[in-house]
């Protein structure tokens, strides 16, 4: 079956990076695109960034210059480079495969804080 495994998260300062990783196994994961969602407490899960089988892009405003989303189809790995993180940007991220039915991760806790 399709699993997606994530990892990278973890606390950082406001100003600082962090780079979360997404690796898939049990699908041909060169076809789909690729998201990352993420869900601060107490609000919806949202949009952060998508990317294409051809490695074409988009983000949430909030994050736009700030995030870069990038994948590894040779490894089967999506990334999302955080950088100028602040404290609003606290969540727990998803990664999500994009098919039909549908994949998400277990979900990486990202928390920004001095």
């Known amino acids: 079956q399709v699993q997606l495994v994530e990892s990278g998260g973890g606390l950082a300062q406001p100003g600082g990076s962090l780079r979360l990783s997404c690796t898939a196994s049990g699908t041909i994961f060169n076809i789909y695109v690729m998201a990352w969602y993420r869900q601060a407490p107490g609000k919806q899960r949202e949009l952060v960034a998508t990317i294409t089988s051809l490695g074409m892009s988009n983000y949430a405003d909030s994050v736009k210059g700030r995030f870069t989303i990038s994948r590894d189809n040779a490894k089967n790995t999506v990334y999302l480079q955080m950088d100028s993180l602040r404290p609003e940007d606290t969540a727990v991220y998803y990664c999500?495969?994009?098919?039909?039915?549908?994949?998400w991760g277990q979900g990486t806790q990202v928390t920004v804080s001095s």
């Open positions: 999500k495969l994009e098919s039909r039915n549908g994949y």
